[in-house]
T-cell receptor, first 114, second 115 residues
């Protein structure tokens, strides 16, 4: 069965450092991979999408890589700030039932310590 | 642009009672999703609508859960009767279409506690 694993439930990092979150998957061949941010009491917010034929995608301080051989995506936040503290979810996008759907990982709770 | 609206924000019921959640998607979004998010887990898709038709409801526990999207805009999700394990946040999301690479926009969710 399909399985998505995000490396750890929680990650603490010092302000100004680079945070790296990992998303691994098995028994799946996603066409796209998306990363979302979720704050307490709120719904997830879309951050970045990367296609299977793209190695890297950047947006401001965010960078995502996608290695379909390793079945892994890495999500980096450079120069992290306390405001970056949140839960980050990776989601695999594949086709099913005639449409595209997202399958989410459990998320990694990032805490940026001042 | 107004976001996805959901109500109520919180609901506490006893097991075997029924409950209904309401969602109003972003204007013009044809696709609407209901997700269940249990504490410590990622969102799990329950049902997906395209306009007023069901695209996928394979993960919806149909013996107790039902959903409809009359007129292809607002949607309601109902649980009857509720079980303890239904305690979760129910998220509604919408997107322009069911195509690839569509961004899904989520509402704030309804937090359900079943006692």
């Amino acid at each position: 069965s399909q399985k998505i694993e995000q490396n750890s439930e929680a990650l603490n990092i010092q302000e100004g450092k680079t945070a790296t979150l990992t998303c691994n998957y098995t028994n799946y061949s996603p066409a796209y991979l998306q990363w979302y941010r979720q704050d307490p009491g709120r719904g997830p917010v879309f951050l970045l999408l990367i296609r299977e034929n793209e190695k890297e995608k950047r947006k401001e301080r965010l960078k995502v890589t996608f290695d379909t051989t390793l079945k892994q995506s890495l999500f980096h936040i450079t120069a992290s700030q306390p405001a970056d503290s949140a839960t980050y979810l990776c989601a695999l996008e594949g086709s099913g039932a005639g449409s595209y759907q997202l399958t989410f990982g459990k998320g990694t709770k990032l805490s940026v310590i001042p | 642009e107004a976001g996805v609206a959901q109500s109520p924000r919180y609901k506490i019921i006893e097991k075997r009672q029924s409950v209904a959640f309401w969602c109003n998607p972003i204007s013009g979004h044809a696709t609407l999703y209901w997700y269940q998010q249990i504490l410590g887990q990622g969102p799990k898709l329950l049902i997906q609508f395209q306009n007023n038709g069901v695209v996928d409801d394979s993960q919806l526990p149909k013996d107790r859960f039902s959903a409809e999207r009359l007129k292809g805009v607002d949607s309601t999700l109902k649980i009857q009767p509720a079980k303890l394990e239904d305690s979760a946040v129910y998220l509604c999301a919408s997107s322009l279409s069911t195509g690839a690479q569509e961004t899904q926009y989520f509402g704030p969710g309804t937090r359900l506690l079943v006692l």
